[in-house]
């Protein structure tokens, strides 16, 4: 039985297993109808060409998880923000840990998808909010609304804000062969509200991991969000990240993705701006090698006019790696005033690696300034050679700068104690001893 | 400038398509409809070797398995391919020796078309072979190419006289299979031109052709097969005007360049193909697949001024086969009224030490759609290959669209590639700068679309941009707010 109909069938049994009169289950039944219909995509479709599935549907993985798995919190440790106080939600094998986790109902609600859609208190949220920015024809999207059960809630009324960043963290333990999760996110941020999320998937097993995540975040009026997503995962462990974004007049949304590892990392970031003097900021560095594929796809949505966008993704690639970067902006016709402007830096170090990049604008509006730049390339010998006269070793020479190619985007982190961490990741994955605190 | 002001505000008055007048000269057409015999009897008509029937059927056998292409950012009503005449020949004598000889009602519409033989002889040192309606009907220079051992005929003169070239090398760039119109032009095609230059042989001139399309509800589907032999050089050019038509007329040609180790190939295109008139209505379907092939050393320049159409579907490419080859994409397309053009180059880097540019400017006004899609591949044997990219779009009005859909895919790290691309609309403190200057609105538009574009109306041949010129200001006249 292949992963689909394995998906289509266990749909009933979970099903029974939660509320079947809430509202919410019409909208899975309609969306594993239309997963049944489209099933997983295949490299024939545009959005897929570079990216394969196949393997990973021809693995045996287990939906729901059997049994509950439970960690020592000093084994975990270090995912964790330990340095900063921070609310945490955490789940291990897609289940809730109360015993990790640090959520707050005090004034603002940061808490459980699964407690939003069965307690009738937050059905008025739920209503208005529930896969409302999601997409309704993108597959994968479809089959984590179908499965929609668990992940984060947050909600952020007007006016206020949550005392710490929050932190929403995803284990997976070896107890099952292979397990597929499927994520749910809600995050929303009302009026005049600021608010900061780091989220993490982490795989503590060498089985196989399938994470198919959909995040929807609305922000309100003025309101700040500031996202990182640290991906940092282990070889077998592959991940689906769909994030949704919908912007409200004067609000900013920052999203930083750091890619550094797993087998298969495909990250869909959209934007849509349905306000006025938006500001939507996209940033990524990604380092990899081995035979790791990473595949970024980015897409605002310029809906309104007076409204900025801004993106910067970096690449590495070692060995067999191999990475997409997707970039897309829409300008509609009355979205006047736009200005979008895009940017893909590449760096291949070896003959094996593969960079696919496909930056793509389409513009219905005129009065509009748009650009995008895109390079590949290589390291400066000239530069390297400077560094290696100067008594700096080849490695390290390499790394100072590969680092500087990429601290456009890591000066851009507002949080110093995750950009210390992130440097500290970058330094093990670049195998030299600095302190890149330069 | 090369031309006055006074003349461009006359071409402006004009507001119709210009070169929309019909030539009445009675044509021997085949009936509509496309199936084996038609296959078989265009290839009787031009006289052929049995080889030739054959390759033709193998592609029209490929074509009905195809099916017609989805994925260009293009709107518009599929051809029905059983409605269309495979062939039309004008019904003049087959031949002529001088100009005297052909009919003078032809010559009156190549004298409006603005291309006058005895002119062009004289000034621009240009040998033209005329195609109308696909058979070629004057050729003229022949004699001073011939003493360099320069072929230059039509296709089917070709296949009769130089059967060894032709098989050689026809379908090697762009294979039957290639594409659903590449696979319907290898199997239809009827007529073209074949141009070879023999080794170390630098053409004295430019070659041209024109290309119309004249009789009501015929397809044009042209061959064109360029041999550049080793360390020789030809600069060749390929305007095409079309009369106006109601219903859309379906032009799907196929160009082959072959450059041989240290060769190179100029291929310079002005193309205003009858763009339909303001409400979108009639027009020609170019759908064009236009391909060279660099040996060691070879260089391909590709230079293009699309002007015309309803809809456009054209990548003119580069397979930069050879070590150190050089392949060049230069591209101005302008989009007025409902026109809509999704076009672009792919450069295939495969060689070491390759070098490609692309030079992409977009312009769209009125209602059009305009894509630039482009590919840049650097396989991972080509070591040290090096591409620079711009794509630069100019949006006038808000009902126009500009769109990019550049694929760079690298597979080896000594690849330095280069992308940029741009959006944006005239300034209005540009307007306002020419305006201050007492330059009105209008020319200071067409001052600055000419400033946009002049990277790529540079490279092409002098008699070319003179015409480029004028065609842009003829695209884009009332499309000022």
Known sequence: MDLKEKLVSSFLAFENNVDVEHSVHDIRTEAIKKFEEKGFPSRKEEEWKYTS?????????????????????????????????????????????????????????????????????????????????????????????????????????????????????????????????????????????????????QSLTSNDVFTNAVTEIFAGKNAIIDYYKVQNDALTASLVDNTYIDQKDGSTVDVHTFSFGGKLTRNNLNYYQNGERVNSTLRGVTIIEGKQHVDHHTLVHHIKPNNESYQDYKGIYDENATAVFNGKIIVDQIAQKTNAFQQNNNILLSDKATINTKPQLEIFADDVKCSHGCTIGQLDEEALFYLQSRGIPKKEAKALLMYAFANNVLSTVRIPELKTRINKIIAKKLGVNIGFDL | MAYTEEELKKELETKEYEYGFYTDIESDTFPAGLNEEIVIAISKRKEEPEWMTLWRLESFKIWKEMVEPEWPNVKYEKPDFQAISYYSAPNSKPKYDSLDEVDPELLDTFNRLGISLDEQKKLAGVAVDIVMDSVSVATTFKKTLAEKGIIFCSISEAIREHPELVKKYIGSVVPQKDNFYAALNSAVFSDGSFCYIPKGVRCPMELSTYFRINQAGTGQFERTLVIADEDSYVSYLEGCTAPSRDENQLHAAVVELIALDGAEIKYSTVQNWFPGNKEGKGGVYNFVTKRGICEKNAKISWTQVETGSAVTWKYPSCILKGDNSIGEFYSVAVTNNHQQADTGTKMIHLGK?????????????????????????????????????????????????????????????????????????????????????????????????????????????????????????????????
């Open chain 1, 53 to 201: 599935l196949n393997t990973l549907q021809k693995v045996d993985f287990s939906i729901f998880p059997k049994t509950e798995s439970d960690l020592d919190y000093k084994d975990v440790k270090r995912y964790f923000m330990h340095e900063i106080d921070t609310y945490k939600i955490v789940f291990i094998d897609g289940i809730y840990s109360s015993y990790l986790s640090e959520t707050t109902h005090d004034g603002v609600d940061v808490c459980l998808m699964s407690s939003a859609l069965t307690k009738p208190m937050y059905k008025a949220v739920i209503d208005v909010y529930f896969n409302k920015i999601a997409s309704k024809d993108d597959s994968l999207t479809n089959l984590n609304t179908a499965f929609s059960k668990e992940g984060a809630y947050i909600y952020i009324p007007k006016n206020k804000t949550p005392k710490k960043p929050i932190e929403i963290l995803h284990f997976t333990t070896g107890t099952e062969a292979a397990l597929m999760s499927q994520p749910r996110n809600l995050i929303i941020a009302e009026e005049n509200t600021e608010l900061q999320i780091i989220e993490r998937h």
């Open chain 2, 353 to 481: 030490n390759t070098k490609s540019t692309i030079i992409s400017k977009g312009i769209s006004a009125g209602k059009s759609q305009n894509s630039y899609r482009g590919l840049v591949q650097v396989s991972s044997r080509a070591e040290n290959a090096r591409n620079f990219s711009q794509c630069d779009s100019l949006l006038m009005g808000n009902d126009c669209g500009a769109h990019a859909f550049p694929y760079i895919e690298v597979k080896n790290k000594s690849a330095m590639i280069e992308h940029e691309a741009t959006t944006s609309k005239i300034g209005e403190d540009q307007i306002f700068y020419c305006n201050q200057r007492g330059i009105d609105t209008e020319k200071a538009i067409a001052l600055i679309v000419n400033g946009f574009s002049k990277e790529v109306l540079n490279k092409l041949p002098m008699e070319f941009a003179v015409e480029a010129q004028k065609l842009l200001e003829i695209s884009l006249e009332g499309s000022v707010g």
